[in-house]
Nanobody, 124 residues
């Protein structure tokens, strides 16, 4: 079993920054792709970003390109999401997820373990 725990969420003003972390534990040898998703009130869960096992391939939703950066530290079994120039529309619960796939994907079906989420609130 793989456990994912997100941290780093909080309340910030528009234009501010947050760094989310997702720590994986358990049977982590099969972790390849790691991704971030978010769900805002009244909206569907949406893809944010994903990163390959080596970190050499990344994918971002258009809404966060140029503002968010995904990275990972495999020695620590941790993936990060650096969020800069935050906007009120970024307010959501952010979830990390892992997938056994070799390729980065925005498809939630390619992810088999999910964290409990961390709240990000951006005030205007």
């Amino acid at each position: 079993q793989v456990q994912l725990v997100e941290s780093g969420g909080g309340l910030v003003q528009a234009g501010g920054s947050l760094r989310l972390s997702c720590a994986a534990s358990g049977r982590t040898s099969g972790i390849l792709v790691m991704g971030w998703f978010r769900q805002a009130p009244g909206k569907e869960r949406e893809f944010v970003s994903a990163i390959s096992r080596s970190g050499g391939s990344t994918k971002y939703a258009d809404s966060v390109k140029g503002r968010f950066t995904i990275s990972r530290d495999n020695a620590k079994n941790t993936v990060y999401l650096q969020m800069n120039n935050l906007k009120p529309e970024d307010t959501a619960i952010y979830y990390c997820a892992r997938g056994p796939s070799l390729r980065v994907s925005q498809n939630p079906r390619d992810y088999d373990y999910w964290g409990q989420g961390t709240q990000v609130t951006v005030s205007s």
